[in-house]
Every structure is written in structure tokens, then in C-alpha cells.
């Protein structure tokens, strides 16, 4: 396999999981911006240590392993004064293996598929939002709008994407019980 | 949602920041990696990817309130992690629900890039699930567009010539270009041309071809399917359930009805066609076309931008157009900045008191163009004085991005931000503007998806040049001469109609 069909995989895997992995290092943090650094590391050495990974075996077993260690000794650093138990530790990732969230019919899949469907300028709304965690007056700044109607905007894309994923499930629902 | 919005979001930018350090160092080398060469699957591993020389202050620190905090933390989480996963609707009662909820797809700027492969040429009392998936009575089908109707009829006509009419509550995917996939609800379907055979309705429990005929299908509150056929004969094909269900294939002749049910026999599930009695109502034929009553206008022009007659005047008045630059993009005027479009004749608006511009626009970015324009000739014509004309204007971006609709010669522009239209990027939006000679006042209407007026306002235009007539002028479409204010975006259906 050429390097860029490693990473073709690779980013493909990573895409398939990344709320998954996301979800669980944020479980142990507690910190989005820790977070954010600790996913970028973990994907960082599942690049590294990709050729070690065996096609078919599982991906995000793997990965959480990986999550498991760097998020443990990242808190050790951060936060010493805590002590963190590898048994705790374990016990959640075990606890944590069936909690999928990429499987169809989730609530997290269908949310991902609505999302697709949003406009750029919607996508865009969301990431100032959630992702650079501004409020609705700073968005309002940085568009050039009104806070007010930045918060309708924000109210009409949530609102929009409730029902979007409400459809979606009984959409999903729909066609499992029919073709099963 | 908050939470799962921010988790997605958030994963989704991480992966892209890792994805682009990848590409720009595939042999990327992490600094602390060389504990992590121990096998993966070993849970008890310990390694410290980061400063080690803590480690040892680690011990000291191990008394119960840490544990006790560590033990809350991964309990939270725990708890966050499963409502991450956890549903929050109850299927069951959303079957009338999701009627209303739709699918977005209609206003996503994917629009544009799409396959188009037919045309709405019919609705009556459309009710959407979302007002956003509306659509205008002749708008463009793209390959991959799903209509949510909650009630009301819709008819689509394929470039193949096939005809479908959707009877709502119905879900119905423009799946390939000449077929859909129709999740609940009804629908008729008619081909008439030898093009289009081979037609293909797919429901989630069978696919119904047609082989040249009139039928409906039905998929019913309990997923099962009905299909009848009018005229002509239909092969309907049954979708494998887990066990093969003979017969898979049925040939239905006209005036035959049958269902697909699945039925449990000896605890196995079979999917079986049963013949039955026709138990819904197809609905055959758009009912009465509701023609806007005669208002009074005469066309003038009107550029479709369709097909092989890009740039020729549907009216049948020959206002033809010389294209200068602008592009065909899904049969409308695409224009990027550079391109223009002008009447190859004058259009002589002079014996009209009031004068109806309407038009459909797609914007691609918000800043100041020119939509149209009349007077406003190409650079060295003489057409030099401009009567007519519409601005996506963006003064300010916090309070003056409008469409401004103006006569006169332009120049009293500043003055006229008090008729403030915010226009939309990437979604088609209907726009028609009433110009009265008369009272010298501009009625201004905003129509935005499926004919419905959302904003109307009236407002007096050109304090500068108050013309004593309209006149007789080239339009212009995406410039306002060849020197300023490109347009970029896609226009549509321009339509020029005056009353005596």
C-alpha cells in the first residue's frame, strides 16, 4: 500500500470514529480544549503506529487504547494532585465498547447526516458556536449582524436539525423493519 | 443537541487539522511515542507520554478525595457518553409527525452542481413538512432531491418524459433520471413516451417498472406496498425480505391491484403478494391548474435560459439576447463576476404605466452587484441613461445588505436604503418588482420559494431623474455596463411584463 492509500484508509477509519474517539477522550478529560489537543496527539501516533494496526480487527478498540494511555498521562501532568486508576480506567473503556455511536440508527448518525445537508453559511454559524465556543454577540461581530438575529439564525438551524433527526430516525427505523 | 452538536463539530475539525499534518508530513514523528510500541491490546500498559519526571509526585498524591474526584469524573462522563447515544425522539408517534419535518436538501447550495433531471410542472395546495424544501411551480428536479409534501399535490415531469404526481403525506426521493424511491405516501405515475420506459418506482418492500402505462403506488402507515395499474401493464419486482418469497415477480395488467405485505408464518417472515381491492384513491391528473387570473399585464419578454434556446425570448416578442460571457449552468444564466448579458434589441416600455420585472436569482456571495438593468448599455452604447434597475447592495454589513430596486439614472442611490431585502446566498429566490409611472412609486414584492409572498413593501423611487415615462432601452443581466458591479451567481426565468 503507496502512502496515499495508507492515509486514504487511515482518514477514512478515523472519520468513521471520530465522535466515538472524541466522545471518549472528552469523557475522561472533561476539557474541550484538552480534548481537541488530546484527539489531534491520538491521531497523531494512530498515524504513526498505523502499520502495526491489522486490517479487520477492530479500529476503534485499538484507538481507544491509544486515547486510554496519552489521556492518562496527560492528566497526570496537568492535574497531579489526582491519582488516576488504571482499573477505573479500564473499566470504563470496557464499558465504553458497546457504546457506539457510529452504528445506523443512532441518534449521533442521524445528527451527522442533517448536518450534511446544511448550507455553508449555516456550517459556518454552528462552528463560531460550538466549536470557537463564541456567544451570540461576538458571532454577531465577527458576521457584521445583529446579535438578535443571530440568535434566531442559531435557533432556526437547531430547531431545524431536531426535526432533520427525528425524520431521519423513523426514516432509518422505517427501512430497518421493512427490509429486515 | 448542544452537546452532541459541539462534540461533532468539534471531532470534525480535529480530524481535519490531523488530516492536513498528515498531508503536509506523512513521516510525522510524535515525540513521545516510544512507550506506545507495546502491544495495543495489553490493558495493564503504563507509559507516560509526557513529562516523566512527575511521575514520582503521582504516589504522594494518592489519597481518597483525588480517587473520590477521578471516580465523579468518569461516572460524568460515563453519563455524558451515554446520552450521547441515547435517542431522544419516540418513533412511533412520529408518523404523522415526520410528515412536517423535512429534508433540507432544497436549499442547500448543492443546488447548483446538481444533476437536473426534471422539472415541478404542477402544484396545488402544497403543504411542505418544512417551508424551506418549498419549491416554485416550474423549478428544476436535481438527481438526489426529496420532497416532503405534508398535503397537497406536487407533479414532476423527468427530461425522460415520464410523469409522476405526488398525493401528500408523502416522501418521495428523486433517486436516478428516471425513477424515485417514495418512503410513505402515494403517487401516480404516467409514461407516455418510449424514452422514459423502463420508468422505476422502488418502495422499501418492492420495485414497480413500468413497460408504458398509467399506475399508482401506495406505501401504506404500515410499510406495505399497493400498486394498481390504470392503463398498460407494470412488472413489479418484490425487495428479497430474509426468505425468498415466490413469487418475487409479478406482471400486472390494467385495472389489476396487489399488495406486499410481510406476513410471520411458522415464525418465519415471508414477504407476500396478495391481490386486493383497490382501497386508495390515485389521483390521476392535477386538478383545475390554478392559473393566475389575468392581471392585466402583457408579456413583454421572458428568458427561460433553457436548453438549446439559452438565449432566446420564450415571449415570442424576439427580444433575444447576446450573451457576453454568462454560462448555462442547470438551464439558467450563470454568471462569475465577469459575464453579462443584453438585449439584442431596445425594449420599448414606453406605452405602459406600470411595469412588472420578475426573476429568479441564486446568489454566490454577498456584495454589491447588479442584477439588471435597462438603459445601462454596454460601455459606448448609447444607451447611456438608466430607468430601471435592481442592486444586491451591501452597504454596511450589519444593517444594509438588501436588494434596492431603483430608477432614475442611479444616483440618488444612497438615499433609498430604507427598502432593505436581505437576499440569501446559494438558494433560489423569487423576486418581482412594480414599477408605477404614475404615482412614481416602486411596489416591491419579495417571493421566496412556491409563489408564497413573504415580504412586500411600496416605496418612492429616484428622487433624482423622475422620468415622465419608461423608455425604450437594451436590458442588461448581471452588469450594469461593462465596466462595474458584476453580478455572480445564477439568474433564472426573467420576466418582463407592462400594463397600459
Known sequence: ?180 | MHAALRLQLRATRATKKVNQQINSDPAILIADTTDLLMPVTSPTVSCDCFATAFRSAFALFSDGAPLAYLLATVITGLGLLISAVTYVSQPKQLGVQSQKNAERLATTGEESKQFVVGRITGMVDCQWANPEAEDVNGANVPLGRKYVLSSGLMEITYNTGAMVILQGPVMYEVESMNGGFMSMGRLTGKVENPKAKGFAIRTPTACVTDLGTEFGVEVNKEGHTISRVFRGEVELRVVASNIASPPAVRVLHANESILVKDSVDHGDLHRVIVTASPPVEFVREIPGRTKRPSDGFDLIALWRFNGGAFLADSSGNGHSLVNHGAKQVDNAASFDRTGMMMSADAIDLTPYKKVRISWRQNLASLSNHVIWGQGYGAEGSPYRTGVLAAYVSVVDRSEHVGIRCTTGNGEGMDDWNRDQFFPTTHVWEDYAVEYDITTFRADVVRVFHNGRHLVSDSFTVGDGLPPDSFVKAPFCLGARNAQSTWFTGQIDDFKIEGKR
Open chain 1, 1 to 180: 500500500m503507496n502512502n496515499q492509500d495508507r492515509h486514504s484508509l487511515f482518514s477514512q477509519l478515523v472519520a468513521h470514529h471520530q465522535n466515538e474517539l472524541y466522545a471518549y477522550i472528552f469523557a475522561i478529560a472533561r476539557n474541550w480544549d484538552d480534548t481537541d489537543d488530546l484527539y489531534q496527539t491520538v491521531c497523531l501516533v494512530l498515524w504513526s503506529k498505523f502499520d502495526l494496526f491489522r486490517p479487520g480487527s477492530s479500529f476503534f478498540a485499538w484507538a481507544r487504547q491509544i486515547a486510554k494511555i496519552t489521556v492518562r498521562n496527560f492528566l497526570k501532568h496537568k492535574q497531579p494532585w489526582t491519582q488516576v486508576s488504571d482499573e477505573l480506567l479500564d473499566a470504563f473503556t470496557a464499558s465504553t465498547l458497546d457504546a457506539r455511536c457510529s452504528r445506523p440508527g443512532s441518534y449521533m448518525t442521524a445528527l451527522e447526516r442533517c448536518r450534511e445537508k446544511l448550507t455553508g453559511d449555516d456550517e459556518r454559524l454552528l462552528n463560531l458556536r460550538y466549536v470557537e465556543d463564541l456567544g451570540s454577540r461576538q458571532i454577531g461581530d465577527r458576521l457584521g449582524r445583529p446579535q438578535q438575529s443571530v440568535c434566531q439564525s442559531l435557533k432556526r438551524i437547531r430547531r431545524w436539525l431536531l426535526d432533520c433527526v427525528k425524520m431521519e430516525l423513523v426514516r432509518q427505523e422505517h427501512s430497518r423493519e421493512t427490509l429486515s
